[in-house]
């Protein structure tokens, strides 16, 4: 049971609330499934689905580390290019974690505007076991519920960003993995739009390199994902909070701006990093690590050293 209430990828994220004055929410309209379906087939189509998001151009390093790293798999990507600097055991499907929610930020990104307002379906409401508390009927900012989702990895942000935007649980999880072939990885696959679900959910660091690429040509997720801490007016009773993005590199790891953490007991700790010094960015993937902050930074280290 410990094992369950701990488990959501996103635990190290840490969320305050407290009463205060003021706290209204803005107004907009209400993001549910005939509201998606009004939308112009111009605003819910995706952009144009990038080729070679990850490319091994050569022999790959696989070695010159010294140590070797503690996860299971693991991958440096330049961001620039998608040029692989660095692999191991990069193609072996691997429970993710709350790495999951990178796609279904992505997606609901593209879906939902920031001042949409989300009406909080019973059932995101009911999300277990990691929650930020999110309460049926009540209607939020989707803004709010995307730092949410990346800061304090709420699975109730998730499945509530995942209704909004299509409709439906089942309908999100189609337009995921539709993505994931679109991108040309074949070794993804989600049934979960948080990554609580270890069974069946899995993908590899090759395609997270990839899928991380591609979502940080939005902007608005590369600011989101960067963001250290949020404070955010709320309803009554809450009236405000605080996400708290426990990404330890954030302000720690020179040029550090990013990602995603995640962890269960099955997947272990995962965390798909990025950095960006001088004009280049690394994206570092790692799952299944004993030490996933000490990889990452090698795995930067190594990179950076090498530009």
């Excluded at 993001?31 to 087939?41: F, G, I, L």
């Excluded at 111009?42 to 050569?58: E, F, T, Y």
């Excluded at 270890?198 to 899928?211: E, K, M, V």
């Excluded at 955010?232 to 990404?247: I, Q, S």
């Amino acid at each position: 049971m410990l094992a369950v209430f701990l488990a959501a990828a996103g635990a190290s994220l840490a969320l305050r609330t407290w009463p205060a004055k003021g706290g209204s929410e803005p107004s907009g309209r209400a993001a549910s499934a005939p509201a998606v379906a009004r939308w112009t087939a111009a605003k819910l189509l995706p952009p144009a689905i990038p080729r070679d998001l990850v490319v091994a151009r050569g022999p790959m390093v696989r070695t010159g580390l010294g140590e070797p790293l503690t996860a299971d798999a693991a991958i440096l990507v330049e961001g620039t290019n998608g040029t692989v600097l660095f692999a191991r055991r990069e193609h072996l499907r691997l429970p993710v974690a709350s790495t999951t929610k990178i796609m279904t930020a992505l997606i609901a990104l593209e879906r939902l505007a920031p001042r949409d307002v989300v009406t909080i379906d019973p059932a995101a409401a009911r999300a277990a076991p990691f929650r930020e508390g999110l309460r049926p009927g009540e209607r939020v900012a989707a803004w709010k519920l995307f730092h949410g989702l990346m800061l304090y990895s709420g699975n109730d942000d998730a499945l509530a960003l995942a209704i909004a935007s299509a409709g439906s649980r089942t309908a999100f999880l189609r337009l995921m993995n539709e993505r994931a072939r679109d991108l040309g990885l074949r070794d993804t696959k989600f049934v979960s739009p948080s990554g609580l679900v270890d069974r069946g959910n899995y993908s590899t660091a090759w395609d997270l390199a990839a899928i991380t690429r591609h979502a940080l040509q939005n902007a608005r997720f590369r600011t989101i994902v960067r963001t250290r801490v949020k404070r955010v007016a709320w309803a009554a009773p809450t009236y405000a909070k605080v996400y708290v993005n426990k990404n330890h590199l954030l302000g720690a790891y020179p040029g550090a701006d990013g990602v995603k953490t995640g962890w269960t007991t099955l997947a272990g700790h995962c965390l798909v990093a990025s950095a960006t010094r001088h004009g280049i960015r690394l994206i570092a993937v790692v799952l299944g690590a004993d030490d996933a902050y000490a990889d990452v930074r090698r795995l930067l280290d190594y990179g950076f050293s090498r530009r």
